[in-house]
């Protein structure tokens, strides 16, 4: 075996999903060296059809990391959402209630102006490193090897950024860890569709045949899901199908229209929740979906691997230019309460809204749930609260005596 090319960096991060990206600028603007170690290409990356829905505090902490000038142009601000229940619309308007609006724009988009502005930078990403692997994790000089090719690679370093998603490697080192999980008795089939939206807003639909959702990506791209079976599969969905559990499912006829185009892209997304804690193992700190997954339905799991890397950053300044490496344990439990409040979120929109099966009870308790977000000022602020953003956690401040 040939020599092993070792560099050395301050953080090496592993993932370039949102949370290893956006925590790359976070730690560039503190004049922290970092080195971001990705599985895949930059094309797979940034092809990557995912999340669109960014809370107020993601989007404000973009604008305050310089990285938001397309998303300022191009991202669709929304005043709020709708429900559509039993095909009946309500609007739920955020900007009145909590003075806050969302904005639509594709997660792929994100991913795509953080890496062109890292790169542009000077920052380094290496792309197809194939088998990444942290190790001395306990120690204050881990080490992260990988491959490139055929030449075997490492990365020594202070910190390791665990920032590689819901099925990479990272978590796994957290030891002891506990894994607190749901599984949901469903599916979302999603399609990606060349069909201008033909209204601003996202529609929630309750329905007896299972739960929709009309969400937009751009001014020509329309993305809509269905819920469907745990184990359905793609080939059961030609486009016609598609189509017509759409205008079945969705509120067509009461001003709004569907507007069908070409599907270019489709996918079945499994619903779980899960939470690992901690969150951190020595000078690893995991971020993202490498340490929790949240159900799709409160579009959250973005907004909170952004919310995530937004702490991490600041633990890890005060560990590497202030010297208070006791303070990265303060890390987890800073993050988990605003976690838990999320998937606490996340969960109760996914029960409020899906079908679980025939048992009138649990549908009756659904439709009362709803009636009262429709007609309660008071409940209608609880729910635009969470689903604008919840704002960021912080450190909690050291008082000098
Ligand atoms: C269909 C769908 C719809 C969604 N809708 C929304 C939404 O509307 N709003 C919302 O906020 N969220 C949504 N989400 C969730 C959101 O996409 C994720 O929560 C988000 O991508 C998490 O970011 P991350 O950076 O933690 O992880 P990821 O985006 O998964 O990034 C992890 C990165 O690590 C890389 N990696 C993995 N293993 C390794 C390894 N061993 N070595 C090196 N690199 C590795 C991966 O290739 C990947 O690039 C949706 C997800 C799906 C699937």
Redesign the pocket.
Known sequence: MGAVRADDTEVAI????????VLSHLLAARGIDCVV????SRE??EG????????HPTVELLRNLGVAERLDREGLAHRGIQLAVDGVRHHIDFVELTGHSITVYG?REV?RDLIAARLTAGGEIVFE?A???PAAIETNRPVVR?RCGDEARAVRCRIVAG????????AGLVEPRTVAEHAYPFA?L?VLAEAAPTQDELIYAFHERGFALY?MRSASITRLYLQVAPDEQLGAWPDDRIWNELATRLPTGDGFTLNTGPIIDR?I?AMHSSVTSPMRHGNLLL????AH??P?TG???????IADVSVMADVIEQALRHGRTERLGEYSPTCLPRVWRTQQFSHRMTTMLHRFGDDPFQRELQRAELARITSSVAAATDLAEHYVGLPFARLPEVVHQ
Not at 287 to 290: F, I, P, R, V
Request: proline share 2%.
């Open positions: 592993v993932g370039a999903g949102p949370a290893g990206l170690l990705e599985q895949r797979y990356v990557r059809v995912r999340a669109g829905v960014l809370e997660q991913v490193a088998d990444v692997m990988f920032c590689d998603g819901s099925h990479g490697q990272c979302w999603g969400s996918g997304t971020a993202g979906d490498a997954i949240v799709a579009a959250k799991g973005m907004n909170l691997a």
